[in-house]
């Protein structure tokens, strides 16, 4: 019996290795060569969830690498943690013709530890092989195992991650039981997901992509889950570190965060609470004493990450942070709601994804747990639903900035979770004005002084610059304003914190050598300060629409005194465009010894179809060309 | 019962003395709290109050001689752009290979604020939040953070590591970018053991004491003295960076330990750990990762027997291996002077570190007849390499020489894209220790011929619509060339740099373009574009202003800060040249020729010449700009800054031309 197994083994391993694909590069079709840096010539991902807290995830890849450019996403990386299992990894390399050249284990896998840079602590790791190939083509093959407990945040398939990635064939299985009921969503997908039954009675979803050509990088796209294939899954049912849930929408998911992750996590000291009546009792207004409470917040804690206990969505006890004075978002979030209850203020924990490039919001059609990488609070004061990021320690209450606005995000409260969205900056709210009075003398020296107002968004441009010393200042202005030779003599920095917050800029400059003189002639650059000088690239057959994340508004006068008797020696500037995205507008008049320049830049917000992209390029050209105009003055 | 309450009581004298050095834990004084900024540095949001180390050597509870090292700082924290000295790691030695590791014990911490009701408060950082991370095999990490941390608040902590690594003594970071009131080491060294100590940095030493402590080290019946030796500064600045300077360790107020020589206690054996370069050379020729691996041309020989078959010249045979073995290895990241897994497994794997690549190299090089040898340096990263006496800690990269006739190559295999004899920017780090096998080792100039060096050669035709017409010749010669290779390689073919450069440059149009040598590491890359430029979107009045230095145009000067403390240190010497040729359009003239000049920093140092030749309707227009060195030293700084200055104002300048 035993040697009937033994060749019943032998069997199936042949028979596995004659099912071995072709991996000679050659094969590969010429039309997924464009732009590839790897080819994915099979690529199986098998979910199967066996209960609540087992799932087997089974994944093999092989990748065809074409150049050196492809090595990094040739790596194999697999993540495990305390609830993932790492039950197997195996692979080989194969040289360009399909010949097998060696092979690898788990055992040849480097092992790190996978915590985010910001973190202190995460208890997260990585195993990592890294092929070691010098001719190319060459192709990596691997087949790895993975067993997580938990059935609240299933791996999202995603069979091209990266631009310069071309598939011939990848494909994703959902099994389950028959009464496992899941919601699912797949995103730039072709056609319908195969669901049928298999030879265990199990119930399985399959979905397919073949043929798919290597995206190429194409500035101003959308986020790019907006346009690369993708499928989500989400169980109904579900165990989660030991907590069962159900949920069907963001209402359920939310109710079962805020009772399992946030309620019992909010007891105070009496002595905390004390304090922060004391504080807010002579206010009326209860705006007012939010803003007492959050500022009392932020001047106590600062952010460190520690991600331990619950998956790293728990937050710590809110009396530990008052203990501790530090926390995460999560920590300090509940913190301040705490800190608020205590005066009676009600809040929300809001779970939010952050970005300053893409406004990205959590998916009014399919609620999930991993779609959020943060915290932040919302106040629902009646009429004015107020915002807070309670994670720095400068920022303005009310004030969220390019990090989480115009966004879904889901606040979790005693009734359920909710979808809100969070406040717009537009491009009248997003402004930079600024005004100089400069004079050019005889030696082209260029002095005066200059004021710039920032707004919206751009209210956070000079933190960085806030209470640094005079010579750092002076490092980092003389990197942001292009004047050589920029020598600061005073400045003066001011933050309006109220709920509509400006920061102030006041500069006092001079610089040696701004004009040039040559043959009884005055050259300088007539923008000083604040020029764009490079286009976006050009893009052959773009496929994204254009996004532009967010509108802003730039304007800026000059005016300069100059020596007198000189006459412009070629046209004045003189440029006014206007586009959909966008409006252009740069003017020079000289008038006696005066010369004033006006420039206006405009961005509106929003998504344009992809053949607007040239005229972008365009637009941006003759910025670049109005800022570069070099004035030529003659003498008279 | 008399005799072991002596030696208690002797002991607890000794602690009690050498604990005098240290301060007490968990004080701060009312002078301390109340502090709202630094005196001396008044933008500081953190200064060092007092800080204190101590390394000893003793016998560890696993019975290993050990040496020991507590770390003890107290820190004033003013504003939450401090708050980062409020978290710590400390990382340690922990390789799994061997049971040999780095621990750390006694960790300790603090912060002491006023309330809200600003009264005094100590809270104590708890064990269970010491994090420690295993980050890979070769190191892990404590990380904690300190509770309990407000503007004005005071923190402090300590901690022990032990270490079984007497080579590793501690060295002790005098500045840091806060700046220190006080920082003070003090080191036991055992009558056993001998190091050297060597002291980095601009600043000088406060305190300098050593005194003899009595039968201070004792084990396994072993016993002698130590030598007692305190380091101590008072009021450091803090380190501020500057750009393009090379390891700011080289300039940051430091004190580093070698060792010398030991004597084993148990056997009273004496071993000899570095001394002089004599001692090296012996340690290293003899070293199994180092020296024996230089002697393994048997492992090569075989391999490189069709790679020379035909080649009968020296130069022919090394360039054949070279490439060879370029192309055989895929560099794994590791550097070191030592090999990680030897050379038979990296030659098995293709992959290997700088050392296990750069043998081979030697190996088949000898093995082929040649004369190669090892060369020690330390990369500019790393830093800066003691040149008064053997720091073997100090070099982290090995490459290998090759002398053929009366030249000297010196070449890095861990690069496929390095032509033979050059080496990459991050070696190029003042001098190398060359290490030959059957004679003394000696330093060498790791700089010689390596430049970086381009020239622009354009002719154009200017059209009546203003367009200019014509082709471009960008040869990209010495370490631009390399640069070159790599920024090309970086797609997937040269049809796609090619669009990239393109869709880079909306006003030029490349019509044809041709790339030569891309893969002829030895010669330069030429690329020559057949172009058309649009420089006018309307022509005004018959005339056109025109800006000659519209392709590599400088506009803004590198150099910002009104003087410098540090060198400049871009490696290499770096010559750029410009020549542009235009045919003007019938009836055209002119104008206004271009501003030409000629500047030159002192003692040849670098310069900027600008020539313009007219000749009928065409004219031709030259710039060079040249640096004749890698290093410029702080007082050249201002000439540098002058000589970007000038080539900026220069080239601001714009011609004009007319219609007749």
Known sequence: MRIFIVITCLLLFFKAADAQENYDASLISKELMPYATVVIRNSETTIEVKDLSNVNYHITKAITVLNKNGD?????????????????????????????????????????????????????????????????????????EYRSKQTLDIDKWEPVEHTGIAVEKSSFTFICKPDFNINYKASNLAGKPLISTDTHGLKTYTWQLNNQKAAKHEPFSPYHDSFLPG?????????????????????????????????????????????????????????????????????????????????????????????????????????????LKAIDINSYYCIVQADNDYTIGLQNDFPS??????????????????????????????????????????????????????????LKDNVKRRKANFAIDNEGAISGNMTTVFKGVDYEYRDELINEPRT???????????????????LDLQQDKSFNPSTTENITLHARDYASFSDGKYYFLLNPVNRIEETPKEVRNRINDVYIARGYTEEDEVTYTIPSGFRPEKEPLMVSIEKPFGKFTATMVLIGNQLTYKRKLQFIEGTYSKDTYQDLVDFYQAIVDADEYNVVLTKN | MKKALIIVLILSLFTKLSKAQNFTFGTATQQEMDMTK????????????????????????????????????????????????????????????????????????????????????????????????????????????????????????QYTIESPYW????????????????????????????????????????????????????????????????????????????????????????????????????????????????????????????????????????????????????????????????????????????????????????????????????NALKAAGLKADAVILSTRENGSINSLYPVIGDFNYVVAKVDIGTDSYFLDATDPLLPFGML??????????????????????????????????????????????????????????????????????????????????????????TINALDSL??????????????????????????????????????????????????????????LTIHLAKGYIVATPPQTLNVEMPNNGGRFLSTYDPLDNTFTFSNIIQFNKGIYSPDEYPYLKELYNKIIQTEKGEMVFKKK
């Open chain 2, 424 to 513: 990459p920017l991050k070696c190029l780090n003042g001098q190398g220790r060359v290490m030959s096998l059957d004679k003394p080792s000696y330093f060498v100039d790791l700089i010689t011929k390596q430049k970086q060096k381009s020239t622009y050669s354009m002719e154009f035709t200017l059209q009546e619509d203003g367009k200019l017409k014509g082709t471009i010749i960008n040869y990209s010669i010495g370490y631009d060339a390399y640069l070159k290779r790599k920024a090309i390689k970086k797609f997937n073919s040269t049809d796609e740099y090619i669009e990239a450069i393109n869709s880079r440059l909306p006003k030029l149009k490349i019509l044809k373009s």
């Open chain 2, 167 to 362: 080579e590793n003594f501690h060295s002790w970071q005098f500045q840091t970018d806060i700046p220190k009131i006080s920082s003070e080491y003090d080191v036991h060294i055992p009558g056993f053991w001998n190091y050297n100590a060597s002291i980095r940095g601009f600043l000088k030493l406060d305190k300098n004491t050593s005194e003899i402590e009595k039968e201070c080290f004792s084990s396994g019946g072993a016993h002698c003295d130590c030598s007692f030796i305190t380091y101590g500064m008072h009021n450091i600045p803090a380190f501020i960076e500057e750009d393009a300077m090379t390891a700011p360790k080289n300039y940051r107020s430091a004190i580093n330990f070698e060792l010398v020589d030991y004597m084993n206690p148990y056997t009273g054996a004496k071993v000899r750990y570095t001394k002089e370069w004599k001692d090296v050379d012996y340690q290293l020729k003899t070293d199994s990762y180092f020296g024996r691996q230089l002697k393994r041309e048997s492992l090569l020989k075989d391999r490189i027997i069709p790679v020379i078959a035909g080649k009968t010249d020296d130069l022919s045979k090394a360039k054949a291996i070279y490439a060879y073995l370029q192309k055989w290895f895929k560099w794994n990241e590791y550097s070191g002077i030592s090999c990680v897994d030897g050379l038979n497994k990296a030659l098995d794997s293709h992959s290997g570190s700088v050392a296990d690549i750069n043998f081979s190299l030697i």
């Open chain 1, 472 to 490: 750092e200042q002076n490092k980092m202005l003389q990197k942001i304003y292009p004047i050589n030779n920029l020598l600061i003599d005073k």
């Open chain 2, 522 to 579: 030895d010669q330069p890359v030429g690329e020559i574009y057949e172009v058309e430029i649009s420089l006018y979107d309307k022509v005004s009045n018959g005339n056109f202003t025109f800006n000659p230095f519209f392709l590599n145009k400088i506009t803004e000067n590198p150099f910002k800060m009104t003087d410098r403390l540090y060198p400049v240190d871009w490696g290499m010497a770096s010559d750029q040249r410009n020549i």
């Open chain 1, 72 to 144: 990094d996403m040739a790596r194999l990386i697999v993540e495990y943690d305390k609830i993932t299992e790492l039950k197997s990894i195996k692979g080989a390399i194969y040289n360009s013709f399909g010949k097998q050249i060696s092979k690898f284990s788990k055992s040849d896998c480097e092992d790190y530890s996978n915590a985010h840079d910001f973190s202190l602590f995460e208890d997260a790791r990585v195993k990592v092989y890294t092929p070691s190939v010098t001719e190319y083509p060459y192709t990596i093959v691997y087949d790895y």
């Open chain 1, 369 to 426: 747990l991993n779609q959020g990488n943060h915290i932040i609070l919302c106040i629902p004061f009646k009429n004015d639903t107020t915002w807070a990021d309670c994670t720095s320690q400068t920022i303005p209450f009310g004030y969220l900035g390019s990090f989480t606005d115009d966004r879904n995000v889901l606040a979790c409260t005693p009734e359920g979770g909710k979808l809100m969205h969070t406040p717009k900056y537009t």
């Open chain 1, 231 to 339: 499928v989500q899954i989400a169980p109904q049912n579900f165990t989660y570190y030991g907590i069962n849930g159900t949920y069907n929408n963001w209402e359920d998911l939310g109710k079962w965060e805020y009772n399992n992750l946030i309620a019992s996590r909010q007891n105070l000291d009496s002595e905390t609470i004390q304090h922060i009546k004391e504080i807010t009792k002579d206010i009326a207004d209860p705006k007012q004493k939010a803003k007492k409470v959050y500022e009392y917040m932020q001047n106590k804690t600062h952010y460190i990450s520690v991600q331990v206990g619950i998956g790293g969505i728990q937050p710590f006890l809110a009396a530990d942070v008052d203990k501790q004075n530090y926390g995460d978002c999560k920590a300090l979030v509940n913190y301040t709601q705490a800190l």
């Open chain 2, 38 to 157: 630094y005196a001396k540095d008044t933008s500081a949001h953190a200064v060092v109050l007092q800080e204190f180390g101590e390394s000893k050597m003793n016998v560890s509870s696993d019975d290993y001689i050990k040496v020991f090292f507590t770390y003890h700082v107290k820190i004033k924290i003013f504003d939450n752009k401090g708050f980062d000295n409020g978290t710590v790691q400390i990382p340690v030695y922990n390789n799994s290979n061997t049971d040999l590791y780095e621990d750390v014990s006694n960790i300790k911490g603090i912060t002491t604020y006023k309330d809200d009701n600003g009264l005094t408060r100590q809270i104590e950082l708890e064990d269970k939040k010491i994090y420690p991370v295993k980050e890979n095999k070769h190191w892990a990490n404590y990380k904690f953070a300190l509770p309990g941390l407000r503007n004005g608040c005071i923190v402090e902590y």
